[in-house]
């Protein structure tokens, strides 16, 4: 099965860290482009950061400085260490794989990350 899981979300205060992981299964992430999106309550679904296959990365502005997109190709998982969290943060992150001339689009099921205190 080639999917996508999700974990390390949870309750945190602001200012707090939490580190999200996106565990690959049935494709290798090092070959693809590898994102994160989140998606907060009545909001549309937003990019948060993204990895190439290079290492290359790219971030969202509301983002840059705080969130970092890692990658462990021997554990084939992506990461998203989140630091100094604010409130505004709360969202469901989902992790998305996309290789367009093969016809894939995985995405995972999410993990929810509630700032609050």
């Known amino acids: 099965q080639v999917q996508l899981v999700e974990s390390g979300g949870g309750l945190v205060q602001p200012g707090g860290s939490l580190r999200l992981s996106c565990a690959a299964s049935g494709i290798i992430v090092s070959f693809n482009v590898m994102a994160w999106y989140r998606q907060a309550p009545g909001k549309e679904r937003e990019l948060v950061a993204s990895i190439n296959s290079g290492g290359t990365t790219d971030y969202a502005d509301f983002v840059k400085g705080r969130f970092t997109i890692s990658r462990d190709n021997a554990k084939n998982t992506v990461y998203l260490q989140m630091n100094s969290l604010k409130p505004e943060d709360t969202a469901v992150y989902y992790c998305?794989?996309?290789?367009?001339?093969?016809?894939?689009?995985?995405w995972g099921k999410g993990t929810l990350v509630t700032v609050s205190s």
């Open positions: 998305n794989l996309v290789v367009p001339n093969r016809g894939i689009d995985l």
